[in-house]
């Protein structure tokens, strides 16, 4: 190995170091609050989004708000989405990602078998279900958020009790807004929890 070759292998490793560090700090951090669908990995995200609102004004269900100053430099203004109040309605024509025009929310498309294009969504957050709280664990019927999911199979029922099937939820909160509990049976928390 000569010395070019030295310095080349030494600063790359240098760069995936501090790269790696940036990108775990970011995520801890990002454990306090839920970005929008499609959003890139945080790192990513911070570096692609340019703070222009067009997402949050595109949001016809008004779930995307800025997050505030005290949360940081780097983070204020960026979009992030409040769950625990609404949930996101998964619109069809994704309002939201084609408002932004820097690719912070981008699009993904796979190819299925059968030639066509399928739009998948990656889980933004997870659906947490308190057993010791809904309803048909505790006594009474309900079925509030029997028609809530917008997702084949992520909410299933069992003998009149609700489960949510992880590996297929993406965290929307639809559930969670149809819930009549005082209190809410299910929490969502950040993918990065």
Known sequence: MDRRDFFRRSFSK??????????????KKASRWIRPP???????????????????EACPHQVI???????????????AMDL?????HLC??????????TGALKLLDIDEPDDTMKRVISPFAKAILDTTECLPYVGPECGACAASCKIDGALIWDCEKPTIIEDKCVGCGMCREAC???GKAIDIVSTHA
């Open 180 to 182: 009549i509990v005082e």
């Open 92 to 101: 069809e024509d994704w309002p939201c990602v084609n408002a932004c025009e």
């Open 14 to 27: 240098a760069a995936e170091t501090v790269t790696k560090h940036a990108e775990q700090r970011v995520s």
């Open 65 to 79: 708000f800025p997050l505030a100053a005290r949360l940081g430099a780097d983070v204020v203004g960026t979009p």
């Open 38 to 56: 499609f959003s890139l990995s945080e790192l990513e995200f911070l570096l692609a989004c340019t703070r222009c609102s067009d997402c949050i």
């Open 84 to 88: 625990l109040s609404k949930g996101c």
